[in-house]
């Protein structure tokens, strides 16, 4: 009972916080369900952090942190609640709806999708491998060590010890709550990371471009199917690719109105993406230097500076806790400790593993996901079919650019990784594309016209920073 | 929406519900024949004994049969499934320990084993044993 009831303290402590840091008027405004959609993976964020500070580091007993989670709770609450008294309210959505057989198709991919997470996490509670060799067992010893040396022991080298512990933290945190080790309220966390990354970028594509395309975008990222498998398998790619998603739209969301609360709840989200696996950290350049992009437009300096520190101070504010693990307690990253700079020379000169990683991810484009048809020829039949907005620049490419930079960077560490080449594009290139699908799909449905003769948005952005 | 519109949204909706529905029925087809305990579970079940002798913290070694080759993924899976059961002990996968424990498929005389240095502790069955390493000390 008590790790439900902790799960649930995430969650309000994730709502409130987006509220105190990018606050509404008091009645249930127009951004809350993505507010509350981003609500679970964001305090389950904030929940590690607050974990890895006070258990980890100052050694204090799972019941300070739990206590300290809902002081939390209790301040983001009085932020929330203070703000809300000044707080313009959300740019209303546009005005439209989605056909209704539309959202009988998004409920019944969405219902199929729930069913088949519950069969499988009940035919492996234990999640698979890397679950119980890596994310799980790291979550074990944080449970069941009464020190934190042990789990992050060189001795063990092959779970990864260097590997972020935003998952596993949480994991352990809510079995202290619960009393037991629990493969049923971590399989709920999962779910919820499978949720969020569904539900943000439909509700913020809904409030951006409209419902239509809403839905359809939502049901676009449930036909990868390998979502919901990843996801019951407790890997954390699925909470990585939701960070991810989470930090793309809802940056877009913030240039586009203007709101630098929720800019800066992007820049906290591609943090947590880098306490959730390394390639989070790759993450935090790729949106970093996609935002400089897409606001290298803007005429004024300084307001481009305004549009960039709150995504600043938001990834460096988780990325201090990253920097002291990864400096104080964690071993070195296998990747980076098996590579002098000569032997890293040779691999960067060695054309053939250009040409190997090349073809890999030729192959992957088009058996991704096990969607019935590669997703780079359904997509370019929908572009080709319903074309794109008449004004396509700045904060809608964003997420677009991000994903090209992010897969850049995946390649140039395949080149230069020291493990066999074939080996580790085989067994992690499906997954690090499900990184960033959702937020390529998100991109894909910024930048389309809209076909649902969805009316303009009430109030222009620029009226209201006026 | 113009017929032009109406085939792009059908498409792209087409394609994921039925990637969707594709995945689910295999699914549905595959889940009444899942064991009712899973692998994993099972599996942390014969260490249950064993996890309760072990002290908070330590490091203990590990072995299976002589003749796994190197690489075995099903020999590399229990290992790492023995280290889930038992964290937060560290098991190393070498009997260069004081400690160590044997997962046998196939059965072993205590001889053999005194043989080769290790004397049997305790026998927790299902091939699971506690043995120290003589010749670690």
Redesign the interface.
């Known amino acids: 009972m008590g790790a439900w009831i902790l799960l649930l303290l995430s969650i309000a402590l994730g709502f409130l916080s987006a509220r105190a840091v990018w606050p509404a008027p008091r009645a249930w405004s127009a951004a809350d369900p993505l507010r509350l959609a981003a609500a679970p993976a964001l305090g389950m964020g904030i929940v590690s952090g607050i974990y890895f500070v006070l258990r980890i580091v100052f050694i204090q007993s799972p019941s300070v942190v739990i206590g300290a989670v809902a002081a939390g709770l209790a301040i983001a609450a009085a932020v929330a609640w203070f703000r809300a008294r000044h707080a313009r309210p959300d740019i209303p959505a546009p005005c439209g709806s989605a056909p209704l057989w539309l959202w009988i198709l998004f409920g019944a991919g969405a219902l199929m999708t729930l069913l088949t997470y519950l069969m499988l996490h009940s035919a492996a509670p234990h999640g698979e491998w890397d679950a119980w060799s890596i994310w799980n067992l790291r979550a074990r010893f944080l449970f069941r060590a009464q020190e934190f040396v042990s789990p992050f022991s060189p001795a063990i080298e092959w779970t990864h010890p260097d590997y972020p512990l935003l998952v596993p933290s949480v994991i352990a945190l809510l079995w202290h709550a619960g009393g037991a080790e629990s493969t049923r309220i971590a399989g709920v966390a999962g779910l919820l990371f499978v949720v969020s990354t569904i539900a943000v970028p439909l509700l913020a594509v809904r409030l951006l471009r409209g419902p239509g395309l809403a839905v359809l975008c939502g049901l676009s990222i449930l036909s990868a199917t390998s979502l919901v498998r990843i996801g019951a398998s407790q890997y954390a790619d699925v909470p990585l690719a939701a960070f991810i998603v989470i930090a793309g739209s809802l940056l877009v969301y913030g240039l586009e109105t203007e709101s630098s609360g929720s800019v800066f709840l992007a820049g906290l989200a591609a943090g947590f993406a880098a306490w959730t696996k390394n390639e989070g950290l790759l993450f935090c350049i790729s949106l970093a230097a996609a935002h400089l992009l897409s606001v290298s437009g803007m005429p004024d300096f300084r307001r481009r500076l305004r549009a960039g520190l709150p995504l600043l101070a938001g990834i460096l504010a988780v990325l201090a806790i990253v920097g002291y693990f990864k400096l104080r307690m964690a071993p070195p990253n296998d990747l980076v400790n098996a590579s002098n700079r000569a032997v890293l020379s040779v691999r960067m000169v060695d054309f053939n593993r250009y040409w190997i990683t090349f073809w890999a991810f030729a192959g992957d484009f088009l058996t991704f996901g096990n969607v019935l048809v590669p997703p780079v020829i359904v997509f370019s039949v929908w572009l080709a079919l319903v074309r794109l907005r008449a004004a396509v620049a700045g904060a809608a490419l964003l997420p677009l650019v991000a994903v090209t930079l992010q897969l850049a960077g995946y390649f140039v560490v395949y080149v230069a990784t020291p493990n066999d080449l074939d080996w580790q594009l085989n067994t992690s290139l499906p997954r690090l594309l499900l990184h960033v699908w959702p937020l390529a799909v998100t991109g894909i449905f910024l930048i389309s016209r809209d076909i649902f003769d969805t009316a303009p948005k009430p109030a222009a952005p620029v009226a209201r920073s006026k | ?2 017929p ?2 109406l ?3 059908l ?3 087409t ?10 029925f295999q ?2 087809d ?2 009444p024949t ?1 064991p009712s305990i ?1 692998g ?2 099972e599996f ?1 079940g014969r260490f249950a004994a064993l996890r309760g002798m072990l002290p ?2 330590g ?1 203990i070694g590990y072995m299976t049969d002589p003749e796994t080759p190197p690489g075995d993924t099903n020999a590399q ?1 229990e290992y ?2 023995t ?2 059961s038992l ?2 002990i ?3 996968n070498s009997p260069q320990q004081r400690y160590v424990i044997g997962n046998f498929h196939k059965a072993v005389t205590t001889g053999s084993l005194q043989d080769r240095g290790y004397k049997l502790m305790k026998e927790f069955g299902n091939g699971i044993v506690l043995l120290e390493n003589e010749k670690v000390r």
């Open positions: 929406m113009n032009r519109a085939g792009a949204v498409s792209v909706a394609v994921s519900l039925l990637s969707v529905g594709r995945l689910f699914v549905v595959f889940y899942a899973d994993v579970t942390d908070a913290k490091i899976a790492h499934l280290q889930y964290a937060p560290l098991v190393v």
